[in-house]
């Protein structure tokens, strides 16, 4: 047994020692790479941006195994970086053919926008708008030039959500669905415990997905210098081949990806002109005597540290330590005189949700002014963490809103005894300690007591609410009840300040800190992303769990006759009272 631990004590030295020397190997040739580099001309080169990946918000830091996902934040912060440098002549994308997230869209289409006002161009080339969604071509709509292949169509025709509705097999199962709900907009309980649409889940659902096509369709007819009517038109009338399509002044061009690179070369002038991936340019560096903190946060609100996705698990996640954390670095870093709070959150956690509004309050009340900028979404606990901000910016595209709160359980006392499974439970103490029993359902005090814990949840948030945002309390009351709007909607009911996207945020920082609008500041990510090393040793001290943890749950997930339950259960956690309901948009 002793030669067994020395034997993988010196495994785990020895893969340890591999990193150390592959990171030594890799800063050797990065520093040969920059001798090399001192005095050479920079190349010119053309940008490219292939939307055909997926994108998260905001950046995660370095990865340990292999490249990080590319980032809608930094993508725009290279753009601005780009639209300043003499040796970009132009960006040149791969668009995508398939849909992706409609405020994502929209803050690239802004950030080309804003790199267009440097006089250079961007060429966009789809093989196909395959999908109906308008968001893949709103995303490249600002384009000097959109190609598409000639032996593909064009099919975007608008917008769909679909929600599943267990209702019906809860019935078939005996499960007996017991939420509350505050309150009649809070729809994510609708699923469980509804077959179908209810009046109030149809009619806040077709408001926001109606906001966002007429806000796409608005932009988009600017872009093609069209009337909003004639884009609808063509709307209306799809699917239409690439020659249709371009006969509709969708699009401009037809060829190949190949011809498409060889018509942005001529255009430059030079045959020798660099593609180069906007992922290796990067977003470069900031500089200046005053420092604007970023704070990002996004997606589930949970207790603890973010998780930034790994091969162990993917998923990416706002901690309550890690975000609360980065609010009080800044507020120790004399140089820092704003913070802007990126949020792309549905909500999560009650408990981690107060814990990062009271750390962003601490910050706030040491003079520090908090901006929001609102991503792909800040709804529910995403909303709850900006509430006291001094300023909320958000995309007109960006989901937010559904102050509410829900909760509750699925008793599967009736599924058991189907199949003849028995659970017997004894209690000491007081009744509510069975509260939380999968099998047996609520008793008539422990329902009142529980949907007086969420009562209370619900009154805090409203109140946090109506405080930041200088609100009579029934106002808040009046467009809470848990309804999803998109940013423009929530602009006109003053949940938000100012429409924009991250860059617009930076500059409202500025003006809260008094800083010049054409002043250099450095942008500083709080709290300070994790190294390759640090990563290894979270590898060594925490996988083998997270392995067998991830491995468990995707043999559970692969059971056909428990997927509809395993979902119902996993949206129905305790601690997750605060999580907003949002369909996927296509």
């Not at 490249?67 to 003499?86: E, F, Q």
């Not at 063509?234 to 011809?259: F, N, Q, R």
């Not at 949940?495 to 800083?515: N, P, Y």
């Amino acid at each position: 047994m002793r030669q067994f631990f020395i034997t993988m004590a010196g495994t785990i030295a020895g893969i340890f020692g591999f990193f150390v020397l592959l990171i030594l190997i890799f800063m050797f040739f990065g520093i040969l790479g920059a001798l090399s580099a001192i005095g050479e001309k920079t190349p010119d080169k053309i940008l490219t941006l292939d939307l055909r990946q997926p994108m998260i918000d905001h950046s995660v830091g370095e990865s340990l195994f292999g490249d990080s996902p590319n980032s809608v934040v930094d993508t725009v912060y290279a753009l601005n970086r780009a639209k300043k440098d003499d040796s970009v002549k132009g960006v040149f994308i791969r668009a995508e053919s398939f849909g992706m997230a409609p405020a994502s869209a929209e803050e690239l289409r802004l950030a080309l926008l804003d790199f267009k006002t440097s006089g250079k161009f961007v060429i966009a080339h789809a093989q196909g708008f395959e999908s109906t969604s308008l968001m893949s071509y709103q995303a490249v709509s600002a384009a000097d030039e959109i190609w598409i292949q000639d032996t593909t169509g064009f099919a975007v025709s608008g917008m769909r959500s679909e929600t599943e509705f267990y209702g019906g097999v809860m019935e078939k199962l005996d499960a007996d669905p017991e939420f509350f709900q505050f309150h009649e907009y809070k729809n994510a309980v609708n699923s469980y415990t509804q077959k179908d649409f209810t009046d109030a889940h149809r009619e806040a659902t077709t408001s926001y997905l109606t906001s966002i096509y007429e806000n796409a369709v608005s932009q988009i007819a600017a872009d093609r210098e069209m009337t909003a009517p004639a884009i609808k038109q063509v709307l209306m009338a799809a699917p239409h081949s690439a020659e249709d399509a371009l006969a509709a002044g969708m699009v401009d061009k037809l060829g190949h990806i190949e011809t498409a690179k060889d018509y942005v070369r001529k255009k430059t002038g030079n045959d020798k002109i660099v593609f180069t991936d906007i992922a290796t340019y990067g977003p470069g560096t900031t500089s200046g005597a005053n420092t604007i903190a970023f704070v990002g946060g996004q997606g589930t609100v949970l207790p603890g540290q973010s998780s930034g996705g790994s091969i162990f698990s993917p998923n990416i996640s706002m901690g309550g330590d890690t975000v609360a954390a980065g609010f009080d670095a800044a507020l120790k870093d004399k140089k820092v005189k704003a913070i802007v709070f990126r949020v792309s959150s549905p909500g999560g956690s009650p408990a981690a949700s107060d814990q990062i509004l009271a750390a962003a309050d601490r910050a706030k009340e040491a003079g520090k002014p908090i901006v929001i900028s609102m991503g792909q979404y800040a709804a529910s606990g995403g909303y709850y963490v900006a509430a006291h901000a001094d300023h909320i910016v958000a995309l007109p595209q960006t989901i937010t809103g559904s102050i509410g709160v829900f909760g509750g359980k699925i008793a599967l006392e009736g599924t058991f005894a189907k199949v003849g499974y028995n659970i017997e439970g004894i209690t000491v103490g007081g009744e509510y300690a069975g509260a939380y029993s999968a099998d047996a359902p609520f008793t008539p005090s422990q329902a009142e007591a529980y949907r007086g814990q969420l009562q209370d949840i619900y009154d805090d948030f409203t109140l946090r609410v109506a405080n930041g945002r200088d609100m009579p309390l029934e106002r808040v009351k009046e467009i809470a009840k848990g309804r999803v709007w998109t940013g423009a909607q929530a602009k006109e009911i003053g949940l938000v300040d100012e429409l924009g996207g991250i860059m617009t945020a930076i500059d409202a920082a500025k003006r809260l800190a008094e800083i010049d609008a054409d002043e250099d500041v450095r942008i500083k990510i709080f709290p300070r992303q994790k190294t390759i090393e640090e990563q290894i040793n979270d590898l060594f001290t925490g996988s083998a769990q997270m392995a067998q943890d991830i491995q468990t749950l995707k043999e559970i997930a692969t059971l056909p006759e428990v997927k509809a339950a395993l979902k119902a259960r996993n949206s129905a956690r305790f601690g997750q009272e605060m999580k907003a309901d949002i369909p996927e948009v296509k």
